[in-house]
T-cell receptor, first 114, second 109 residues
Framework: EADIYQTPRYLVIGTGKKITLECSQT?????MYWYQQDPGMELHLIHY???????EKGDLSSESTVSRIRTEHFPLTLESARPSHTSQYLC?????????????FGPGTRLTVT | SQQGEEDPQALSIQEGENATMNCSYK?????LQWYRQNSGRGLVHLIL?????REKHSGRLRVTLDTSKKSSSLLITASRAADTASYFC?????????FGKGTKLTVNP
């Protein structure tokens, strides 16, 4: 099992609420990623980070924001949740060695916005 | 896009049978990876094959890569009910992986 954690695992929240999805890893990895995945579908990269104070937008446009103040922590925030944000959010990390692209995934947060 | 696409979308077999899943992609890659996802969980890395490799084994898994056809296959031998999951291929060139839509494998006891 990878040492990468996500909380909460499940979240049901009303429209307009601000939420933060937590992701932490204890492997000392520099690179971290957030993916969005609808049931039975592919993963879409929404944010990634090369290291502390680095954040980049991914391939799928997202209204969420991220921060990377500490190596081990990469939270994702939605300022005003909408039903269209209902999805599973997966956090991952990887080592910065160029020849190794293996990513380690957390268990995911299943978000439902009512 | 380097997106991999798996085939078939769904596969149902009996325990003990072999399962083969295929992945096709569009552009040059440095490596191709296979991941497993159990229902409602995160992904688990299974195997990475580099662009200069043709075949790789890991336990009951066998992966092949044909860069001339831009395709890869994942073979699971002697399948078990616990192998029931979705399997994704992911292609990578630098730091971002691009995942396909996955093959949903069901192994019936």
């Amino acid at each position: 099992e990878a040492d990468i954690y996500q909380t909460p695992r499940y979240l049901v929240i009303g429209t307009g609420k601000k939420i933060t999805l937590e992701c932490s890893q204890t492997m000392g990895h520099d690179k971290m990623y957030w993916y969005q995945q609808d049931p039975g579908m592919e993963l879409h990269l929404i944010h990634y980070s090369y290291g502390v104070n680095s954040t980049e937008k991914g391939d799928l446009s997202s209204e969420s924001t991220v921060s990377r103040i500490r190596t081990e922590h990469f939270p994702l925030t939605l300022e005003s949740a909408r039903p269209s944000h209902t999805s599973q959010y997966l956090c991952a990390s990887s080592e910065s060695e160029m020849l190794s692209y293996e990513q380690y995934f957390g268990p995911g947060t299943r978000l439902t916005v009512t | 896009s380097q997106q991999g696409e798996e085939d078939p979308q769904a596969l149902s077999i009996q325990e003990g049978e072999n399962a083969t899943m295929n992945c096709s992609y569009k552009t040059s890659i440095n490596n191709l990876q296979w991941y497993r996802q159990n229902s409602g969980r995160g992904l688990v890395h299974l195997i990475l094959i580099r662009s200069n490799e043709r075949e790789k084994h890991s336990g009951r898994l066998r992966v092949t890569l044909d860069t001339s056809k831009k395709s890869s296959s994942l073979l699971i031998t002697a399948s078990r009910a616990a192998d029931t999951a979705s399997y994704f291929c992911a292609t990578g060139g630098s730091e971002k992986l691009v995942f396909g839509k996955g093959t949903k494998l069901t192994v019936n006891p």
